[in-house]
């Protein structure tokens, strides 16, 4: 018996948009307007290479990027979810789907100290090139038209759960956390038993509400969060029913 648990970042591990937060490095704490306004939907990561190339612009740097960064706040209630998860990893793989980038997500994790939590990060690459400017690239390539161009988060969770199947990994229940948008297109690849919990009165929670609605229901139940607290109740609650499921021979 094995859990997988699917976490977006951005608004679900941290309660705010890591990509939005690094502009407190910028002068004022503000970008131009032209800056702004150059950004095509669909296009984020591009967008985010010209702010990067901005802040590098202006002298910012690697370790003032970091200070910044690692004072973002998780979101109420993740630290005590992420413990229990982390003290019980026979029974519960985790992992996160993100559009924000390796970068920022390990500097976060590894501040909060909740790093061990996470079997494996998917995100775009990002680095810190020659002169000290920081670079992203987009996840990969994919033909979803659902999705932004650099990351279709279902086809990633398809290809995790492949390898895993080839590595004889099967789970009893998949739970998909998350808030935004880009979230709607992997919960849709989740089964009866599966479990999706989008955030209160986020993009995500909004897009499911309305197809409910409309009468369009999805395979998997519904469970909304509010903090990790609420998280963390509802996990122990299916933990539990799992664990009662079981033979006693192998309870014992």
């Known amino acids: 018996m094995k859990f997988l648990l699917v976490f977006d970042f951005d608004h679900t591990v941290v309660d705010e948009n890591s990509d939005t937060w690094i502009v407190k490095c910028a002068p004022k704490k503000k970008l131009p307007s032209d800056l ?9 990561t591009e967008y985010m290479g010209r702010v990067f190339k901005y802040l590098g612009d202006q002298g910012i740097r690697q370790e003032e990027m970091k200070r ?7 979101t109420t209630g993740m630290s005590e979810l992420l413990k229990f998860v982390g003290g019980n990893k026979d029974f519960f793989d985790c992992i996160i789907i993100s559009d924000a980038n390796a970068i920022f997500i390990d500097w976060i994790l590894e501040g909060a100290d909740v790093h061990r939590v996470f079997d494996k990060v998917f995100t775009n690459p990002a680095a810190f090139n020659d002169v000290g400017y920081m670079t992203v690239q987009n996840f990969h ?23 895993q199947g080839k590595h004889d990994v099967q789970y009893t229940k998949i739970i998909y956390v998350g ?5 709607f297109c992997p919960v849709t690849l989740l089964k009866q038993g599966d479990v999706i919990m989008p955030r209160h009165a986020y993009t995500l929670h909004k897009r499911i509400a309305r197809m409910y609605q409309d009468g369009v229901s999805l395979a ?9 607290t609420d998280i963390l109740s509802h996990l122990k609650l299916l933990w539990k029913e799992s664990i009662m499921n079981v033979t006693p021979e192998v309870v014992k």
């Open 36 to 44: 702004i306004s150059s950004y095509e939907k669909g296009k984020w």
């Open 68 to 74: 910044v960064m690692t004072a973002i706040p998780l």
């Open 141 to 163: 390539a994919h033909h979803c038209p659902d999705c932004p161009q650099n990351l279709c988060k279902r086809k990633v969770l398809e290809e995790f759960l492949g390898l």
């Open 179 to 183: 808030d935004g948008g880009n979230d």
């Open 220 to 228: 998997s139940s519904v469970h909304v969060w509010s903090t990790g």
